[in-house]
């Protein structure tokens, strides 16, 4: 399985959504292109449109990894079946699901910001219940785990369902500018790193409310 970017963020989103907004999954194309665009929680920011997001869809479709959803005449909507469903290819528990989500939306991670980030995901009790479940994915040959860069002190890992050869290029660019969370400040201090967790949930929820009266207004 060969997923290029878009439809990787494509799966991500619908996975995503599909825990933390149940109420509005499956998702429209007007949702999913939003939610693709988010400025929050995504790495990198992407400005795609409806058209490039339905040939992504239209692949995925292809692939068996998405279905279209129709309620009587109602606007088409969106579900994956990448995972935690019957017809699924990929068996994956709940973290190890949360973790390839969150590598779809983010591109490669660490441990703990994987464990930082899955919050609304997957409630991880440690970072060491992260390690095992990327040691399955690892296993599995889901994910791998790349080289430690200079000044970091843990490596990185990456799903391995897209572009190799991209995602380390993605990554080595990522690198070249530390920050955490998407906020341009190096730190290891936990404290920082709760306070930089709840701001994402904060603007991830803004988000959210968004999606949800852009639907109410349609």
Same mark, same amino acid.
């Given at each position: 399985?060969?997923?290029?970017?878009?439809e990787?963020?494509?799966?991500?989103?619908?996975?995503?959504?599909?825990?933390t907004?149940?109420?509005?999954?499956?998702?429209?194309l007007?949702?999913?292109?939003?939610?693709?665009?988010?400025?929050?929680?995504?790495?990198?920011?992407?400005?795609?449109? &409806?058209?490039?997001?339905? /040939?992504?869809? #239209?692949? !995925?479709?292809?692939?068996?990894?998405?279905? *279209?959803? $129709? +309620?009587?005449?109602?606007?088409?909507?969106?579900?994956?079946?990448?995972?935690?469903?019957?017809?699924?290819?990929?068996?994956?528990?709940?973290a190890?699901?949360?973790?390839?989500?969150?590598?779809?939306?983010?591109?490669?991670?660490?441990?703990?910001?994987?464990?930082?980030?899955?919050?609304?995901?997957?409630?991880?009790?440690?970072?060491?219940?992260?390690?095992?479940?990327?040691? &399955?994915?690892v296993?599995? /040959?889901?994910? #791998?785990? !790349?080289?430690?860069?200079?000044?970091?002190? *843990?490596? $990185? +890992?990456?799903?391995?369902?897209?572009?190799?050869?991209?995602?380390?290029?993605?990554?080595?660019?990522?690198?070249?500018?530390?920050?955490?969370?998407?906020?341009?400040?190096?730190t290891?201090?936990?404290?920082?790193?709760?306070?930089?967790?709840?701001?994402?949930s904060?603007?991830?929820?803004?988000?959210?409310?968004?999606?949800?009266?852009?639907?109410?207004?349609?």
């Amino acid at each position: 399985m060969k997923l290029n970017s878009l439809e990787t963020r494509v799966l991500g989103v619908l996975m995503e959504k599909a825990v933390t907004t149940p109420d509005q999954y499956p998702l429209s194309l007007n949702a999913l292109t939003t939610g693709c665009n988010q400025k929050t929680n995504r790495e990198p920011v992407m400005d795609v449109s &409806e058209s490039e997001v339905l /040939d992504a869809i #239209s692949t !995925l479709i292809e692939k068996l990894l998405v279905s *279209e959803v $129709r +309620f009587g005449s109602r606007v088409a909507k969106y579900q994956h079946r990448f995972s935690g469903t019957e017809f699924a290819e990929v068996k994956l528990n709940k973290a190890q699901q949360a973790i390839i989500c969150l590598m779809f939306l983010r591109g490669p991670q660490t441990a703990g910001e994987l464990r930082s980030r899955s919050q609304r995901l997957f409630e991880f009790n440690n970072v060491q219940q992260v390690e095992e479940a990327l040691a &399955e994915l690892v296993k599995k /040959d889901y994910v #791998s785990q !790349l080289p430690r860069e200079p000044g970091r002190r *843990e490596s $990185r +890992f990456m799903h391995l369902f897209g572009d190799a050869e991209i995602q380390a290029a993605e990554a080595a660019a990522q690198s070249s500018a530390p920050k955490v969370a998407g906020h341009g400040v190096a730190t290891d201090s936990s404290a920082a790193d709760a306070l930089v967790s709840r701001l994402e949930s904060l603007e991830a929820r803004v988000t959210e409310l968004e999606e949800m009266l852009s639907e109410l207004l349609k």
